[in-house]
């Protein structure tokens, strides 16, 4: 499928995991990609891999975040997508109990203030062509409890997906449409990192997932593409779960 045809990619945190992945199906589908990572070794190699442009940016600083889609639109003449997708998940977001106020502040910021910005900043450009599609990444978490608390980690997605859906709206008869994906525990080295490697953990998670393993990040970007492309043409302000049946599930087969 080529739905992406000369289309122009922003992908945050297009390193690793969820946006690398992500990177490879736009790229597939006839994306210019623009790979933008905190860490440039892993931007670099993401935009050799796909034939794009990499872009080292921190998604949490509001000037580095205006320059890269100013640049973008300079150097290519527009921004079409917006994959706003980079996130951290650090061991020190636990019970609220236990996490201080710096630990609350560092991932409000990088997950949620970063979509701000980014939507901030890529929208006048939308607005300008009169077309655009923005994908901001929240999670299964922002729709569910858990017990396992990462508590700023999951006000941050909530944060993303109420911003989202008032963007979806307010622009929708601008031709911009805006959505927010929540996708269910996905094996990408930020998940890896935090439970996989520890079987037991793993398992207190996976007794919840109706199809009983943890997603593939080639999974997601299936995802992305389409809210991506025209074929999502009549979706804005949308959460779009691709969780594996965990958020319809009450009790899961053995
Ligand atoms: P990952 O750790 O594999 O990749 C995240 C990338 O973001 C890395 O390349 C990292 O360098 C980059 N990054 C981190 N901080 C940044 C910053 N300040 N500026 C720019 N880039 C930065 O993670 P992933 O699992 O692919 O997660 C991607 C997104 O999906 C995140 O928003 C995450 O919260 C969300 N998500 C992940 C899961 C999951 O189970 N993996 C589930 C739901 C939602």
């Not at 106020?101 to 006048?124: D, F, G, H």
């Not at 062509?129 to 909530?158: D, E, H, M, R």
Request: net charge negative; proline share 4%.
């Amino acid at each position: 499928m080529n739905r992406l045809e000369g289309r122009v990619a922003v992908i945050t945190g297009a390193g690793s995991g969820i946006g690398l992945a992500t990177a490879r199906r736009f790229a597939a589908e006839g994306a210019v990609v623009v790979a933008a990572d905190l860490n440039p070794a892993a931007a670099k190699a993401a935009a050799e891999e796909v034939g794009g442009e990499a872009v080292t940016v921190d998604v949490a600083d509001e000037e580095q975040v205006r320059e890269l889609f100013d640049g973008v639109a300079e150097r290519h003449g527009r921004v079409d997508i917006a994959f706003n997708n980079a996130g951290i998940s650090p061991p020190e977001d636990d019970s609220i109990l236990d996490t201080d106020i710096n630990a609350w502040e560092r991932v409000m910021s990088v997950n949620a203030t970063s979509v701000y910005y980014c939507c901030k900043y890529v929208l006048p450009h939308m607005r300008r062509q009169g077309k655009g599609s923005i994908i901001n990444t929240a999670s299964f978490v922002a729709l569910l409890g858990a017990a396992t608390s990462q508590i700023a980690y999951t006000a941050s997605k909530g944060a993303v997906l109420s911003m989202t859906r008032e963007l979806g709206v307010q622009f929708a008869r601008e031709g911009i449409r805006v959505n927010a994906l929540c996708p269910g525990p996905i094996a990408t080295p930020m998940l890896m990192e935090l439970f996989a490697k520890d079987p037991e953990r793993a398992a207190r998670r996976l007794v919840h997932v109706p199809m009983g393993r943890f997603g593939d990040p080639a999974e997601i970007a299936a995802a992305v593409a389409f809210l991506a492309s025209d074929d999502s043409s009549f979706m804005t302000a949308n959460t779009f779960v691709v969780d594996g049946g965990i958020t319809g599930a009450y009790v899961t087969p053995l």
